[in-house]
């Protein structure tokens, strides 16, 4: 049976196909090209992938990815889209689902939205709670840099308090905008926002997400 993150690896790949290497991405001073050899990286060299969230080798991991984001495009998509060697932890279903299914879905969105040209993408009930789970296990780690307090709420009034403090701030909004809000693209998620226009403009401002 196919799981959420074998399709959000197909539909990332596909899109990053039809962009072409150098189409613009939400992710700051990436373009396509980047972000697909940093897909790539992530799961087959774990030697520099490291550099993700340990600082002191964050350069070693540049360095590898920008090795990896001179090859051909079309090569890159293709190692993406055909998914990790077997030696890789990535390559267990269960890590594949925990560790991949927002990570794709995320940067699927990375490159929809910093077109000109789109629509929020149709979410199924199934999928926006598994969405929903990561938000409420992970909401308070992507929202701790907040400098104010985060609130974040479904239309059926479901929350997840992302960071406590004051003045609060809500954000309302679908779960899959939630969740591109709170990782930080607060500019592209389409949401409400209740609050001092101070604090919501400190939000708008704050380094959200897990990196």
């Not at 980047?34 to 550099?51: C, K, N, Q, S, W």
């Not at 840099?145 to 997840?160: K, S």
């Not at 701030?169 to 990782?183: I, K, P, Q, R």
Request: charged fraction near 25%; glycine fraction near 10%.
């Amino acid at each position: 049976m196919s799981t959420h993150a074998k399709r959000e690896r197909l539909l990332l790949a596909e899109l990053l196909e039809n962009a072409g290497p150098d189409a613009p991405t939400l992710c700051e001073g990436w373009r396509t090209r980047d972000l697909a050899a940093h897909l790539v990286v992530r799961e087959r060299r774990p030697d520099a992938a490291g550099g993700l969230v340990i600082k002191p080798l964050a350069a070693r991991g540049e360095r590898v990815r920008n090795e990896f984001a001179a090859r051909p495009y079309d090569e890159l998509v293709q190692l993406f889209r055909g998914g990790p060697p077997r030696v890789s932890p990535f390559s267990l279903k269960q890590i594949d689902e925990a560790a991949n299914t927002v990570e794709f879905f995320i940067h699927g969105e990375d490159v929809r939205r910093a077109g000109t040209d789109w629509a929020p993408r149709e979410i199924d009930t199934v999928f926006a709670t598994t969405l929903w789970r990561r938000l409420e296990t992970a909401g308070r780690i992507m929202g701790r840099r907040c400098p104010v307090g985060l609130v974040l709420r479904r239309p059926n009034g479901q929350t997840v308090v992302a960071h406590r403090g004051a003045p609060v701030v809500t954000v309302t909004g679908d779960t899959a905008e939630l969740l591109l809000y709170a990782s930080g693209r607060q500019d592209s998620a389409r949401v409400t926002e209740e609050g001092d226009p101070g604090a919501v403009a400190q939000v708008r401002a704050a380094r959200l997400g897990l990196g």
